[in-house]
């Protein structure tokens, strides 16, 4: 079982940054797709962003285009979702998934592995 591993999560204030970080194999690394994922409670687990294995093109939903920023680290094996002017909104928990096409989706079903997920908390 592959395993992706997430981290940076916390309890900020709202318009305060956070990174966050997800760690992973060699393998998924460099034939994955690579996104974030989150879930608010009560709601539905939604896409946030993602960015593909090969040329590194970036996708993000509305809600956080222009804020939020997805890359890859290539000599750790790992991706980083930079948020910036996080909202009371953005509190959720967010995970990392990863998807072995070039061109990632935004749906829950297209991605073959899942972290375990690392919590933020906004406060307004």
């Known amino acids: 079982q592959e395993e992706l591993v997430e981290s940076g999560g916390g309890l900020v204030q709202a318009g305060d940054s956070l990174r966050l970080s997800c760690a992973t194999s060699e393998r998924i690394f460099k034939s994955y797709s690579l996104a974030w994922f989150r879930q608010a409670p009560r709601m539905e687990r939604e896409f946030v962003a993602a960015i593909s294995w090969i040329g590194g093109g970036t996708y993000y939903s509305d809600s956080v285009k222009g804020r939020f920023s997805i890359s890859r680290d290539n000599a750790k094996n790992t991706v980083y979702l930079q948020m910036d002017t996080l909202q009371a909104d953005d509190t959720a928990v967010y995970y990392c998934?990863?998807?072995?096409?070039?061109?990632?989706?935004?749906?829950?079903?297209?991605?073959?592995?899942w972290g375990q997920g690392t919590l933020v908390t906004v406060s307004s």
């Open positions: 998934a990863a998807e072995s096409v070039a061109l990632p989706g935004t749906t829950l079903h297209e991605y073959d592995y």
